[in-house]
């Protein structure tokens, strides 16, 4: 069973809806099944003509709003439509009238024994459902609290589950991310969007997110994906950020002006602290870069990861000491090299990553020979002629390489999920948050529609009861880094075996995560988990099929080509467009090769 809660100005309009015949003449014999005096003293009686007479029934619910005067709400009309699902058996008057009750005495407005509770009736026009209309004004002047009145009407709908054998839901524990309203259903439907703004942003706002190490990188993911930002700052600080909200440039009120969302409002851990705590290593004081996980890492992944960082951070600079400074902030740890001559002059540099024991230093001529100290300062001295440092620089190996790293963190945190199925099941939250991050800027990067639909299906499996953040761990730590590098390395046509590795293994990580859900008895979460990786399944299907596809569109071999593709060195190692894989060959070392011949 369901509950939602509405709120109105005036009760009389209602009333006549509840009684009409409803926009699609749905609504049949409608009539009241309880209230705050019996069902047959408040029934609206029948006029000569055969209509309802309204006025009585009117005044009783609106008396009490009179006592308030100003104190009033500015929509004093509460209204509750509770319906059971559509398996469930179909409740008598008698059984909707409990479930009134009981919803109007958890919520407080109504308790059992208060005379002086608010006026309220609850209407019957369907089987499976019941309309509750209450005016918020006790007749003792006071005016009643519906502070957090979902929470409770969710507690008294699974009461009502259990009493009346309905089909069990998930209770409200904040895990869902907040539903578009029926008017921005009805927009996107009027603009001809596919979904509401709402969802299209949260998933911006998800995306933006994973890729990003720190609030900046943020606020520019969004801004290059055409979102506009709206950032909101202290009153006490003037430059301290507090939240922000986000719009879609087409989704304008009549006004002409933007509709903007807060991270809030899109789902309960998109809000700027939370996702301050997601960018900021465990035991920081204050919001930083989280470096990438190096000791998962392959060497080739990390001098990928090393050029951009650098490739970035010298396309800010225009000094030294700015240069520096810029590595420092995105996690680095960065060694100086200094002149034997003069002893403040730096003449080198070299990186590594933070989060390795034991940190392997690459100089910037091990990056790459425009990335030397001097010949950076070349450029920052003659901007002139300073040519562009290129954006993606990522060779097809080192984005094979981001790929397997990815697929490697999904196994290292699937594993770590399993060995907390029998230990510590609660142990396990950061690891399921964090695999929203790869599913999210994998579905990005790749465009894959099933991959999208899993990571916006997952998203209820991720999030920790109540909104809360879990502990960082090295298995959540590692997928947070999958989804950097995924950000980093995009895709390109001959990929298609490495997101495939990939797929599968996301695919078991959300199979355990569904495990451990249904082992903690939370149903809705892991409903979501099931469905997600069914989803990944399918994407895996699509893309063996695009693969077998387009091995079958390859031209026809020629002798030649087929004698390279095979020869040990492989000196060629793609024909057309795909690679040619061919069967491990047994090679011996020259003087093994004729073990046991005669010398001649």
């Known amino acids: 069973m369901i509950g939602k809660v509405l709120r109105g100005k005036r009760v009389q309009g209602l009333i006549r809806y509840l009684y009409g015949p409803g926009r699609c003449g749905e609504h049949h014999d409608p009539h009241i099944v309880a209230g705050f005096r019996s069902p047959a003293e408040l029934e609206p009686a029948l006029r000569a003509d055969g209509r309802r007479d309204f006025r009585r029934l009117d005044g009783l619910l609106t008396q009490p709003l009179a006592l308030l005067g100003e104190r009033n709400y500015r929509k004093p009309v509460w209204h509750l439509s509770a319906r059971a699902a559509p398996e469930d058996p179909i409740l008598s008057d008698r059984q909707w009238a409990e479930v009134a009750q009981e919803m109007m005495s958890r919520t407080g407005l109504a308790g059992d024994g208060d005379e002086d509770a608010v006026r309220w009736i609850a209407v019957r026009h369907a089987d499976d459902h019941v309309h509750i209309v209450a005016t918020l004004a006790r007749a003792d002047g ?86 506009l930002v709206r950032k909101r700052y202290s009153t006490r600080a003037a430059d301290g950020v507090t939240g922000y909200a986000v719009a879609l440039v087409d989704d304008v009120e009549a006004s002409g002006r933007p509709v903007w969302f807060g991270g809030g409002r899109l789902a309960a851990d998109l809000t700027l602290p939370k996702l301050r705590r997601r960018w900021a290593p465990e035991g920081a004081d204050r919001p930083g870069p989280r470096s990438p996980s190096g000791p998962l890492l392959s060497a080739r992944t990390v001098r990928g990861v090393l050029r951009t960082a650098v490739r970035r951070a010298a396309g800010e600079s225009q000094t030294t000491n700015e240069f520096v400074r810029r590595l420092e902030q995105q996690g680095l740890l960065v060694r100086l090299r200094y002149s034997k001559t003069d002893p403040e002059q730096i003449t080198g540099y070299a990186v590594a990553l933070a989060d390795s024991d034991e940190p392997v230093w690459y100089s910037g001529g091990r990056l790459a020979d425009d990335l030397t100290l001097p010949r950076l300062r070349r450029g ?174 390859l031209p026809a071999r020629s002798q030649a080509q087929l004698a390279i593709a095979g020869f040990p060195s492989r000196w060629a190692p793609v024909l057309g467009a795909v690679p040619v894989r061919t069967p491990p060959t047994s090679q011996h070392p020259s003087g093994d090769r004729h073990r046991g011949r005669r010398p001649s």
């Open 380 to 553: 920052w001295d003659d901007p002139a002629g300073n040519e562009t440092l290129p954006a993606d620089n990522l060779t097809h190996e080192e984005r094979q390489a981001f790929y397997d790293d990815a697929a490697r963190a999904a196994a290292y945190a699937t594993s770590h999920v399993r060995r907390h199925l029998v230990t510590n099941p609660l142990a396990a939250e950061d690891a399921c948050w964090a695999a929203s991050d790869v599913l999210h800027v994998a579905a990005e990067v790749t465009g894959n529609r099933h991959l999208r639909r899993a990571a916006d299906t997952y998203d209820r499996a991720a999030r920790a009861p109540y909104g809360r953040i879990p502990r960082p761990t090295s298995e959540g730590n590692a997928l947070r880094t999958s989804a950097r590098l995924l950000t980093l390395a995009g895709v390109q046509d001959r990929m298609t075996l490495s997101v495939l590795a990939l797929v599968g293994r996301l695919i078991t990580l959300l199979e355990t995560v569904a495990q451990i859900r249904r082992l903690q008895q939370r149903q809705a979460q892991a409903a979501a988990a099931r469905h997600a990786y069914r989803h990944l399944e399918r994407a895996q299907t699509a893309a063996e099929g695009h693969r077998r596809t387009r091995w079958d569109e």
């Open 142 to 227: 006071v005016r009643p609290e519906v502070w957090n009145d979902g929470y409770r009407i969710r507690d008294a709908c699974r009461e009502m589950e259990r009493r009346f054998g309905l089909r069990r839901t998930a209770p409200a524990d904040r895990t869902a991310a907040r539903r578009p309203k029926r008017a921005e259903t009805e927009k996107a439907a009027r603009v001809g969007r596919v979904e509401p703004a709402r969802g299209v942003l949260r998933r911006h706002v998800s995306v933006a997110a994973a890729g990003a190490r720190t609030e900046a990188e943020f606020f520019g993911a969004l801004g290059a994906e055409g979102v």
